[in-house]
């Protein structure tokens, strides 16, 4: 799912929240050996991301679909013009940038895992799912995005979000 512009957040009961992280939208799959990201356009993703691909490819889980986000840190923001540099047709100008400004990934979604197919079942247990695969898989430069049931707490995130967020 993506994001929709609203004026204000949804009030009532069966809301689930999450921020909108300032990055590029990627689909990140892993089978076996094979690790590909793809943009939510279906372009390739993974030759200017190399730093990504590596860390994915260490991962303890062998076989995933897995959506989210790829982020550049800078400070207390999020560098989207870090990531818009990165798309560069040479391959060592990518390398050097991903040396200098390595990318993360932001997760927020399990399509797969293993050889199980997840993309028919409610945002619950998908969230239950990535939260497992989260917690055997965890390393520098891949984080769980947060989620609140709260209204009162996803109006905070976006009054303190200073330049991570995009909404």
């Known amino acids: 799912m993506e994001a929709l512009l609203a004026a204000e957040l949804p009030a ?51 076989q995933f679909l897995l959506d989210g986000e790829l982020i550049i840190p800078a400070g207390d923001a999020l560098s989207f013009e870090e990531l818009q540099l990165r798309l560069h047709p040479a391959g060592s100008r990518v390398r050097k940038l991903a040396a200098a400004h390595p990318a993360e990934f932001m997760l927020f979604d399990a399509l797969s895992l293993r050889d199980k197919d997840l993309a028919a079942e409610p945002l619950s247990k998908r ?13 520098p430069r891949l984080h769980l ?23």
Request: with cysteine; glycine share 12%; proline share 5%.
């Open 145 to 167: 995005s947060p989620i609140t049931h709260d209204r009162r707490t996803a109006l905070n995130w976006l009054k303190h979000s200073g330049g991570a967020l995009d909404g």
């Open 12 to 62: 009532g009961d069966g809301w689930q929240f999450e921020p909108k992280w300032d990055g590029f939208r990627c689909l990140a799959r892993r089978d076996r050996g094979e690790v590909t990201l793809t943009s939510k356009s279906g372009k390739p993703l993974g030759r200017y991301f190399p730093d990504v691909v590596a860390m994915l490819e260490g991962l303890k889980e062998k």
């Open 127 to 139: 969230r239950k799912a990535l939260e497992n695969f989260f917690a055997k898989n965890e390393t």
